[in-house]
């Protein structure tokens, strides 16, 4: 019983990240008839993996935050924030490579998913650094 506790406990506290995860699949994934009636223009994948995996990295870092986490350093705050996204990018090119056709694996979609995270980060992590500095002024004002 324990055990499913804490599966449920994940899941509350990373429904968030879970979300746009399982949105990044099903897009991923799906066929491109699905998406044949969307207005786009050149190179809009490119810029939806880079969209869908600087979302993903930020509400994942976001969900952290919230979690509580104690990471025991900073390599492995990088590792589950950086690494899993990018692993995850090239899982999906290789799975839409080899699983899912017509879909095709591309080193610009993998290139454009890590740009994505890397953006992500920096902008999540400057977001935390802004609010953290708003917290400490609105302490010493209150």
């Known amino acids: 019983m324990q055990h499913f506790q804490k599966k449920k406990i994940f899941f509350v506290k990373y429904w968030k990240s879970l979300l746009v995860l399982f949105v990044i699949l099903y897009l991923s994934f799906a066929s491109p008839s699905t998406f044949k009636d969307i207005p786009t223009f050149q190179h809009a994948d ?3 993996h880079f969209l869908m995996f600087a979302l993903f990295t930020g509400v994942l870092i976001n969900d952290f935050r919230h979690d509580k986490i104690v990471f025991t350093s900073k390599t492995e705050f990088l590792i589950l924030s950086l690494a899993f996204p990018l ?3 090239a899982i999906i090119e290789y799975l839409q490579g080899s699983v899912f056709q017509p879909r095709s694996a591309e080193w610009l979609d993998f290139f454009s998913d890590t740009m994505g995270v890397v953006i992500g980060f920096l902008l999540m992590s400057a977001l935390i650094h802004f609010l953290k500095k708003i917290k400490k002024i ?3 004002d209150g």
């Open 87 to 89: 692993f995850t990018g």
């Open 138 to 140: 609105i302490r010493k």
């Open 46 to 48: 490119k810029v939806a």
